[in-house]
């Protein structure tokens, strides 16, 4: 039933693949009826048959519009043909790199019975694909194969074209925490899918349909110049219009390819790759919460860390340690794991956190001065108490340009100026000095007003200082001020997959309030930053972590009520009058 199952979807995606290429064939058969229409014409002036000025007339006309329909096909032919898709950025692993992952890989195709990837990369994701990049420098995306050489004594043979096999693109993540039999289960499927990419016909349709995409990419850049914006015009119009009609064709044309690739690897490791899926969504939650709760107060802060992919081991070893669900999960640890199949893991960890920042943040693509690395063990003194003091620092300048006085009449920032300030009842009559940097104007009541009209105002301040600060460092740029070089997937729109929207101005004014409390218990109480790998920043009271700190805040933000706060640091020995430092 496997041998039908895989041959049924192979034969589907053939025939949408067909399909695909009988659009293609069509197209080209609409733009040679006025050159046909020209050919009978003059064969009927030759003949003697279509004779007098109106049909020389229409000789001239059609000739004419022969002409310049040809020449644009020829062109959008050249475009199309030519055009490089958008390549994901991944990080490449070379063979002598990885052996062990290229002779897993290989001996998994040996046994699925089809082509070998051509090459490894990583992506900072939990996913995992092919992709085709023979267009990449513009080569060809078929190969001779080797029993093309004739003999001695013989003839040439006609060349017989067969596509270049796809690269194998595999999820980082996957690589630190999955064994090496459940990635080995996981990426069956995925290599499986090399089989039909081979089919002459199906990696026509796709280059075809990839060329269109681009074409569609290439038309929507702007243009100088009323010829330029006219041709793309046309370009982009004739490029979405056979788009269209092969866009479902195609479509079904990849789910025969996935279909035939999954019934394929049903053979290998059946039972494994159960257990393996269960891993690929636990991988994918520890990921996305390291990312959110770790990684992104780090970018923030002009940090990047190195090792993110190690971290998503650490956190779902922290994960298995809490809950109880996930405890059979700790006694794989004791297996061998995937990246012991690369020759320098931390390297190659490194690349990938930096790529993740790039994707998700948008960071510069290299290190510097103001974008450097941090390990895990410097992670709370570079960026979890830095980050505390650039907001307590960022909260009093605000307070100073509402023209807050200080408390007890001392200029040195303290909490108790931010408690006196929020916890006031009367609305404040200055306007914040900070107007909105879109609109020029000052803040106006919306959806995120943060509860009392002197947190609204502080909020909105704090709102136009973070706006002003990030739009004064251009994303993307070095420490030096020049800007990477320039690839096709970036063009100006970092990031490309932001993890979260903007805070709001609630979320600001509670993160930059929270910061100074921890600021003051470090400074007063002998409190210590801590990394927390499930909930990313935290603070450590008497060598337990504070848990229930941000409901006390929210108390004061929104009904101004500073009550349970200065009870919360009366218990825990924090003193609000006393200076604290800052950046």
């Known amino acids: 039933m496997t041998g039908i199952g895989v041959e049924a979807g192979a034969q589907a995606a053939r025939s949408r693949a067909l399909a695909v290429l009988r659009v293609r064939g069509r197209a080209l058969g609409v733009a040679v009826l006025p050159a046909a229409a020209e050919v009978i014409l003059l064969a009927g002036a030759a003949t003697g048959h279509l004779v007098g000025p109106g049909w020389d007339a229409a000789r001239w006309a059609v000739g004419v519009l022969a002409v310049l329909v040809l020449l644009a096909t020829a062109g959008i032919a050249l475009v199309v043909s030519r055009a490089r898709p958008a390549m994901s950025p991944t990080v490449p692993v070379a063979e002598e790199s990885a052996p062990d992952l290229y002779r897993m890989v290989r001996d998994l195709a040996d046994r699925l019975d089809v082509p070998a990837p051509s090459a490894i990369a990583l992506t900072p994701d939990c996913d995992s694909w092919l992709e085709d990049r023979a267009h990449a420098a513009h080569g060809p995306s078929v190969r001779q194969t080797a029993d093309e050489a004739s003999p001695p004594g013989e003839g040439r043979r006609s060349p017989r074209r067969v596509p270049v096999a796809p690269v194998l693109v595999i999820g980082s993540p996957f690589l630190w925490w999955m064994r090496v039999g459940e990635l080995r289960a996981v990426i069956a499927p995925v290599v499986a899918g090399t089989g039909p990419s081979a089919h002459p016909d199906i990696a026509a349709a796709r280059r075809f349909v990839r060329g269109l995409d681009a074409t569609v990419a290439i038309a929507a850049t702007p243009r100088r110049g009323p010829l330029a914006r006219g041709a793309c015009a046309v370009l982009g119009r004739v490029a979405r219009l056979l788009l269209g009609a092969c866009g479902e064709h195609a479509a079904q044309m990849e789910r025969g ?297 929210l108390s004061l933000i929104e009904e101004g009520d500073p009550g349970p706060l200065r009870d919360w640091l009366a218990a825990a020995g924090i003193r609000p009058e006393k200076p604290i430092r800052l950046v």
């Open 257 to 553: 390819v996935a279909a035939a690739a999954a019934e394929r690897a049903q053979t290998v490791d059946y039972g494994l790759r159960i257990v393996a899926q269960e891993q690929v969504g636990l991988a994918y939650a520890g990921w996305d919460r390291l990312l959110t709760r770790v990684a992104l107060p780090a970018w923030r802060m002009g940090r990047w860390p190195s090792r993110l992919d190690a971290g998503v081991v650490a956190a779902l070893t922290e994960l298995s340690r809490r809950d109880r669900l996930a405890e059979g999960f700790a006694s794989r640890l004791g297996e061998r794991p995937a990246c012991d199949l690369l020759e320098e893991p931390g390297t190659v960890d490194e690349a990938a956190s930096l790529l993740a920042a790039r994707l998700f943040h948008g960071g510069p693509a290299g290190a510097g001065s103001d974008w450097a690395p941090v390990d895990w063990q410097s992670y709370p003194e570079e960026v979890v108490d830095r980050t505390w003091r650039a907001d307590a620092a960022r909260l009093h300048r605000v307070l100073d340009s509402l023209g807050t006085r200080p408390a007890r009449h001392t200029a040195a920032p303290t909490l108790a100026r931010v408690l006196d300030h929020l916890a006031e009842s009367t609305g404040c009559a200055a306007a914040p000095a900070h107007p909105d940097p879109d609109t020029g104007q000052g803040p106006a009541a919306d959806e995120d007003d943060p509860g009392t009209e002197r947190s609204a105002v502080l909020a909105a301040g704090l709102s136009a200082e973070v706006a002003r600060e990030e739009n004064a460092v251009p994303h993307g740029a070095t420490a030096a001020g020049q800007s990477p070089p320039s690839t096709l997937w970036d063009g100006g729109a970092l990031p490309l997959v932001p993890l979260q929207p903007p805070r709001t101005a609630r979320e600001l004014l509670t993160d930059h309030v929270t910061a100074m409390v921890c600021c003051a218990a470090v400074d007063t109480a002998g409190a210590a930053p801590a990394l927390d790998w499930l909930d990313g920043p935290s603070l450590l009271l008497h060598g337990e972590r504070a848990a229930d700190l941000t409901p006390r805040v």
